[in-house]
């Protein structure tokens, strides 16, 4: 490819802002590392996309509904006929627009015979503000019993969703939130059954509760809406999901199911249909899966001397803002880590050699832009949403236990780059013998991912 024909994607890179932040590892000799589960994984996914009302361009496939109830699309909260305490409080999160899958979802699960419904949703995409408004929507504030459950795969997580909860209902105070968790947070009448209308919690502690035997319970019969978030988390863990079909099993013919998921691999659809009769069913259109506003390049190299070099290159004509590089393991990670700290690079990393709370504040700091660039490897990336940034670099590109191109990682890595409408660009690294990488992607995506040269870096 010219010059000339990339000129003005490459122009991407001089609009993000300057390195800021450092951390000088050594390199690492040892190459295993501890992976993230799914479920912190999801947890840092919560962190990084603060933003529950994001209105992308993807389009939602809408693969089972009932046809006798067609879907309703709206494009404003208003259209839905929410109650005026709970437009209020969204309105003070800054939000007044919904996102594509509660344009065509939250009509369907709030009228007044409403429908179950599965969706493949990413974080980021406003499928926990879709639960919480339908919750919201569905509760009666006149009686105190567990009308709306949510069950999560974490503590973390379960909390976090409360809390955003308990931010939209502000200006509802008739309306109670439960933590069903280690150490709840939880309101009982005489007989220990839960008097909050909302109850948010995990796996374990939620079965408890719907024994009735303990300190607290829950009256399965009452509940009117039952959500499984982060359901392939759930399956992939044999105890979640034998709890979660127990205590399907106890709720009434008539309750509510919703159920979310971020992959759609055939273990969670088969589980999926089993779980939830008569869906609507969403799943994001592989053309539309976020690639749309990303321009992708390759780079081809003899050896990793001219990648390191075409990264200083990058660095060096341009100046970079928040950027992500991605390596394939922990002690590649740590070998660029020192390499761009001794050449002026000031990075961080993130590696599952962290522990909870220090992944915690590198994804923090990076969201809030304290430091603008971050390496983290392969076994990190794989289910981790990135957050809005402008360029992203595979150092080494993200293949299966075949050697094959691994798409879903792929696409996990770049699809954080081109959010709300920008552009952003994704530049693959690969070796001589690694083009057949490049035209696995370009195959599965139906894409063509042109070459960005030297040349071209050089006479811009």
Not at 20 to 34: T, V
Request: hydrophobic share 40%; proline share 4%; glycine share 6%.
């Amino acid at each position: 490819m010219s010059f000339t024909e990339s000129e003005n994607w490459i122009a991407l890179l001089e609009s993000v802002s300057r390195i800021s932040k450092s951390s000088g590892a050594e390199l690492d000799q040892e190459s295993d590392e501890k992976p993230f589960t799914r479920a912190e994984i999801s947890y840092l996914n919560k962190l990084l996309n603060s933003k529950l009302f994001e209105t992308h361009d993807l389009d939602f496939e809408i693969l089972r509904s009932d046809p006798n109830h067609p879907l309703h699309s709206v494009r404003t909260f208003q259209e839905l006929n929410l109650k005026e305490p709970l437009l209020k409080g969204i309105a003070a999160m800054g939000f007044y627009k919904p996102s594509t899958i509660q344009e065509q979802a939250l009509s369907s699960l709030i009228s007044d015979n409403p429908q179950n419904m599965i969706a493949q949703s990413q974080s980021g995409t406003g499928k926990t503000a879709t639960f919480l408004l339908a919750m919201l929507s569905r509760i009666n504030t006149d009686v105190h019993y567990c009308q709306c459950l949510c069950m999560a795969p974490t503590r973390e997580l379960a909390l976090q969703i409360e809390s955003v909860g308990r931010q939209m209902a502000q200006f509802m105070p008739e309306v109670s939130f439960a933590t069903a968790v280690r150490s709840p947070r939880v309101k009982v009448d005489s007989n220990g059954y839960v008097t909050d209308q909302i109850v948010i919690g995990t796996p374990g502690t939620i079965a408890n509760w719907f024994r009735g035997t303990g300190e607290h319970r829950i009256d399965p019969s009452k509940v009117v809406m039952f959500v499984l978030d982060e359901a392939d988390i759930m399956i992939e863990e044999e105890g979640f999901l034998n709890i979660c079909m127990r205590v399907k099993k106890k709720l009434s013919r008539n309750c509510q199911i919703l159920l979310f998921s971020a992959t759609y691999e055939d273990s969670v659809i088969d589980f999926a249909h089993e779980f939830v009769p008569n869906p609507i069913e969403f799943r994001v259109k592989r053309t539309q899966l976020p690639l749309k506003n990303i321009k992708q390049f390759y780079m081809c190299f003899s050896d990793w001397i001219e990648k390191y070099q075409a990264l200083k290159d990058i660095y060096g004509g341009f100046e970079v803002g928040q950027a992500i590089i991605f390596c394939a393991t922990r002690q590649e990670a740590s070998w660029l880590d020192g390499k761009m700290n001794l050449d002026g690079h000031k990075v961080y990393i993130l590696s599952g050699d962290l522990d909870v709370s220090q992944r915690e504040k590198v994804i923090e700091d990076f969201r809030s832009s304290n430091f603008r660039v971050l390496i983290t490897t392969n076994v990190c990336s794989r289910g981790l949403d990135i957050p809005q940034v402008n360029l992203i670099i595979n150092w080494n590109m993200p293949t299966t236990k075949t050697g094959k191109a691994d798409w879903e990682t792929y696409l996990h890595r770049i699809g954080r780059s081109g959010r709300f409408g920008k552009e952003g660009v994704a530049v693959n690294f690969i070796l001589n013998d690694e083009m057949y990488l490049i035209k696995e992607l370009e195959s599965h995506f139906e894409i063509e991912i042109p070459e960005l040269t030297a040349e071209d870096l050089n006479r811009f």
